[in-house]
């Protein structure tokens, strides 16, 4: 059984940082795509940075330059580090994980998730 479980989650003011970790049990880091994606009530779920099995990553335009998506593989565990943050940043984090090969920010690509970690910035 795959487990996801999130943690770093936070407040912090604007221009601060936060480091999401993602632990994962049941599945191989490595062996497929992973991702993290955010999410405001009333509003769709919206991807934020994917890694595929080879560490090569994509970034929606709107943490291009802030945010970096990594992975300890020797861990099983996912990082997102997030840098200059912004209140627009607020929303609740998850983390997926998948079988695919190829680098997705829809979560679609994406078959199993985290309980989410909640990121709130304040201006």
């Known amino acids: 059984q795959v487990r996801l479980v999130e943690s770093g989650g936070g407040s912090v003011q604007a221009g601060g940082s936060l480091r999401l970790s993602c632990a994962a049990s049941?599945?191989?880091?490595?062996?497929?795509?992973m991702g993290w994606f955010r999410q405001v009530p009333g509003k769709e779920r919206e991807g934020v940075a994917a890694i595929d099995r080879d560490d090569g990553t994509t970034y929606a335009y709107f943490v291009m330059g802030r945010f970096a998506i990594s992975r300890d593989n020797a861990k099983n565990t996912l990082y997102l580090q997030m840098n200059s943050l912004k209140p627009e940043d607020t929303a609740m984090y998850y983390c997926?994980?998948?079988?695919?090969?190829?680098?997705?920010?829809?979560?679609?690509?994406?078959?199993?998730w985290g309980q989410g970690t909640q990121v709130t910035v304040s201006s």
């Open positions: 049941g599945y191989t880091s490595g062996s497929g795509n």
């Open positions: 997926a994980a998948g079988s695919r090969i190829w680098l997705s920010l829809s979560d679609r690509s994406y078959d199993y």
